[in-house]
């Protein structure tokens, strides 16, 4: 089993930034590949950042390209996701997830954190 628990949501206003983090325990998270979601009111839940096990790949949803950044540190078990000049459209719950066969089959899920940008 893992655990994964997001923090570091919150309301901001358009143009600021925020970062998120996930911590994991209950497996070895250096050995996995993570990812990033996140779903809006009446949306579905779709895909915004993933980073290697290793950290050295990442990859990102067009929308949010060069203004997020995926970060992990397997030393204290934690992935984050630095989010940068945010917009109202960016408004959603963020979810981390675990990837543990590296198929992109996330097996894992947190509870989310809501991130809500006004403008």
């Known amino acids: 089993q893992v655990q994964l628990v997001e923090s570091g949501g919150g309301l901001v206003q358009a143009g600021g930034s925020l970062k998120l983090s996930c911590a994991a325990a209950?497996?070895?998270?250096?050995?996995?590949?993570m990812g990033w979601f996140r779903q809006a009111p009446g949306k579905e839940r779709e895909f915004v950042a993933r980073i290697s096990a290793s950290g050295i790949s990442t990859y990102y949803a067009d929308s949010v390209k060069g203004r997020f950044a995926v970060s992990r540190e397997n030393a204290k078990s934690t992935l984050y996701l630095q989010m940068n000049s945010l917009k109202p459209e960016d408004t959603a719950v963020y979810y981390c997830?675990?990837?543990?066969?590296?198929?992109?089959?996330?097996?894992?899920w947190g509870q989310g954190t809501q991130v809500t940008v006004s403008s």
């Open positions: 997830a675990l990837d543990r066969t590296g198929r992109y089959d996330y097996d894992y």
């Open positions: 209950g497996r070895t998270f250096s050995a996995y590949a």
